[in-house]
Each structure stands twice: as structure tokens, then as C-alpha cells.
């Protein structure tokens, strides 16, 4: 994982039965509700206690035949 000033970038590994959204779905509403839970009196005053913390969009590739170690690099030198 890399932050950057607006987006977040992941490498996850998933079993087949999973699809992205499945995933993207749970890793953000998972994530939200930690964020929440930990933060409230924070985020509340730039959310308007909402709770929400994510974009709706997102945007997914795949490695193909890029080794695992060069998108562990790419993924460094973000931001």
C-alpha cells in the first residue's frame, strides 16, 4: 500500500471466487467503518457525520506478466 495526496494505491492477491467489486466493496466499507469508529470526533467535523470516507470510483488493473516485486516497486515510488 502507498498513499498519496488523493489516492491510495494496493497490491491484493484474491482468490478467483472474489470479484473486484466484492472486494473493493468490502475494503471500503470495512475501512469506513474502522476509520469511524476510531476517529468520530475528527472526522465528524469534515463529514458532517456522514460516515463516509471513499469516492465512489475506482480503478483496477492487473499485473499479467509484470513480476509481483516491479509493482511492489511502482507502487513505492508513488506520491
Known amino acids: 500500500m502507498e498513499v498519496d495526496n488523493d489516492h491510495i494505491h494496493f497490491l ?7 470479484s473486484v467489486s466484492q472486494i473493493i466493496r468490502r475494503l471500503k466499507k470495512n475501512s469506513t467503518i474502522q476509520t469511524w469508529k476510531y476517529y468520530n470526533n475528527i472526522l465528524k467535523n469534515y463529514y458532517w457525520n456522514e460516515n463516509v470516507l471513499w469516492s465512489d470510483g475506482y480503478f483496477v488493473c ?18
Open 62 to 79: 492487473t499485473i499479467g506478466n509484470i513480476s509481483k516485486e516491479t509493482i511492489q516497486k511502482y507502487i513505492r515510488n508513488q506520491g
Open 12 to 18: 491484493i492477491k484474491s482468490k478467483p471466487k472474489y
